[in-house]
């Protein structure tokens, strides 16, 4: 079965043109093309980035935190107790009158200390400021090393200028290795944020919204790999890093209450966000995914669909957290 499947997942029709098939991807005369089998690279580099970031966390955003007056608040922890625990992970954080009285008397202890007990254990769960600043930190640098990179990768490059030429030449566009680093470092840095969504700090109002952008981004960028839609790829990436690195130093300030030093950069991301998000990504990377392979060929493959299907639900988060931006905006504006 699994043999099967694999045979079907290759199958030369969904990945590339007419007449086109996996021996053409062989290297040779001076060109290089990207293989599947290097993505299985990424599952390493994501732990070395993990080790990067565990180092970063400890030895720049800590010093850099207090530096701007944030404290490390040491929480309290209650006494351990495997009644009140498992009735903490197992029925509610929040329990009512009646069962903290019969809690009391299991335990054997005074309603007070149960009380304590479960105040002390749900601010357990709370993240600390000194946390979410760290976590900020780390999405910063990754989001602001990979814009330099990125424009240094791209700018001498002609489908950076003029978009047709990433369709110049396809399929047989040679891999630069600039291409193959950029690559291997955003999906791996991706499939850390998966790895730690588990710990890092939970926001309720867009977590689901977060799992399918990490998994369509990982998705995004393999497909592409295999299929070599490189040249696209690498200006896929560029304009959704150059917004990110705005909102987490906004976050780094606004969790050392820095508060005009927040709403100025809050600022500069929106306009940042609503151009490359709203704007360049529909009308010009859509654009070139969606209307100008039809100039390149008549009968378009599998792939294309699966695709610009995925670059679609991307841009339905864009216009999701537009949204939301919008709405803080205009907070922001009306009620000072």
Same mark, same amino acid.
Request: proline fraction near 5%; charge should be positive.
């Given at each position: 079965i699994l043999k099967t499947l694999n045979s079907w997942f290759w199958w030369e029709n969904i990945w590339m043109p007419l007449n086109c098939t996996w021996e053409h991807f062989v290297d040779r005369d001076g060109l290089v093309f990207p293989k599947p089998h290097q993505l299985y690279a990424t599952i390493p580099y994501a732990f070395v980035l993990l080790i990067i970031r565990f180092f970063s966390e400890r030895f720049v955003a800590i010093p850099l935190a207090k530096a701007l007056g944030i404290k490390n608040v040491r929480r309290v922890k209650p006494q351990p107790n495997p009644v009140l625990e498992s009735y903490f992970r197992e029925c509610s954080k929040h329990p009512s009158q009646s069962d903290i009285q019969g809690l009391a008397k299991k335990c054997n202890c005074t309603v007070h200390l149960v009380e304590k007990w479960?105040? *002390?254990?749900?601010?357990?769960?709370?993240?600390?400021?000194? *946390?979410?600043?760290?976590?900020?930190f780390w999405r910063f640098s990754f989001y602001l090393t990979s814009? @330099?990179?990125?424009?240094?990768?791209?700018?001498?490059k002609p489908w950076f200028y003029d978009i047709w030429q990433t369709w110049v030449g396809y399929p047989f566009q040679t891999l630069l290795p600039s291409q193959y680093w950029y690559y291997m470092a955003e999906i791996s840095f991706y499939w850390s944020l998966l790895f730690t969504l588990g710990i890092d700090t939970?926001?309720?109002?867009? +977590?689901?919204?977060?799992?399918?952008?990490?998994?369509?981004? @990982?998705?995004l960028m393999s497909g592409s790999w295999c299929g070599n839609y490189v040249r696209l790829g690498t200006l896929v990436m560029f304009v959704h890093d150059t917004a990110d690195f705005?909102?987490?130093?906004?976050?780094? +300030?606004?969790?050392?209450?820095?508060?005009?030093?927040?709403?100025?950069? +809050?600022?500069?991301?929106?306009?940042?966000?609503?151009?490359?998000?709203? @704007?360049?990504?529909?009308?010009?990377?859509?654009?070139?995914?969606?209307?100008?392979?039809?100039?390149?060929?008549?009968?378009?493959? @599998?792939?294309? +669909?699966?695709?610009?299907?995925?670059?679609l639900i991307l841009q339905g988060l864009h216009l999701y957290w537009g949204y939301l931006?919008?709405?803080?905006? *205009?907070?922001?504006?009306?009620l000072k």
């Amino acid at each position: 079965i699994l043999k099967t499947l694999n045979s079907w997942f290759w199958w030369e029709n969904i990945w590339m043109p007419l007449n086109c098939t996996w021996e053409h991807f062989v290297d040779r005369d001076g060109l290089v093309f990207p293989k599947p089998h290097q993505l299985y690279a990424t599952i390493p580099y994501a732990f070395v980035l993990l080790i990067i970031r565990f180092f970063s966390e400890r030895f720049v955003a800590i010093p850099l935190a207090k530096a701007l007056g944030i404290k490390n608040v040491r929480r309290v922890k209650p006494q351990p107790n495997p009644v009140l625990e498992s009735y903490f992970r197992e029925c509610s954080k929040h329990p009512s009158q009646s069962d903290i009285q019969g809690l009391a008397k299991k335990c054997n202890c005074t309603v007070h200390l149960v009380e304590k007990w479960f105040r *002390r254990r749900r601010n357990l769960e709370i993240p600390t400021v000194l *946390r979410k600043f760290r976590e900020a930190f780390w999405r910063f640098s990754f989001y602001l090393t990979s814009s @330099i990179a990125g424009f240094i990768f791209l700018y001498d490059k002609p489908w950076f200028y003029d978009i047709w030429q990433t369709w110049v030449g396809y399929p047989f566009q040679t891999l630069l290795p600039s291409q193959y680093w950029y690559y291997m470092a955003e999906i791996s840095f991706y499939w850390s944020l998966l790895f730690t969504l588990g710990i890092d700090t939970k926001r309720k109002a867009d +977590f689901a919204a977060h799992v399918v952008h990490h998994l369509a981004a @990982i998705g995004l960028m393999s497909g592409s790999w295999c299929g070599n839609y490189v040249r696209l790829g690498t200006l896929v990436m560029f304009v959704h890093d150059t917004a990110d690195f705005w909102l987490e130093a906004a976050k780094m +300030f606004n969790y050392a209450r820095w508060e005009k030093t927040c709403n100025i950069l +809050f600022i500069l991301f929106a306009i940042a966000f609503f151009i490359t998000r709203i @704007i360049l990504f529909p009308f010009w990377i859509l654009r070139a995914t969606l209307y100008q392979p039809t100039y390149y060929s008549t009968t378009p493959v @599998i792939a294309y +669909f699966l695709f610009n299907g995925q670059l679609l639900i991307l841009q339905g988060l864009h216009l999701y957290w537009g949204y939301l931006i919008f709405k803080i905006l *205009r907070r922001f504006i009306c009620l000072k």
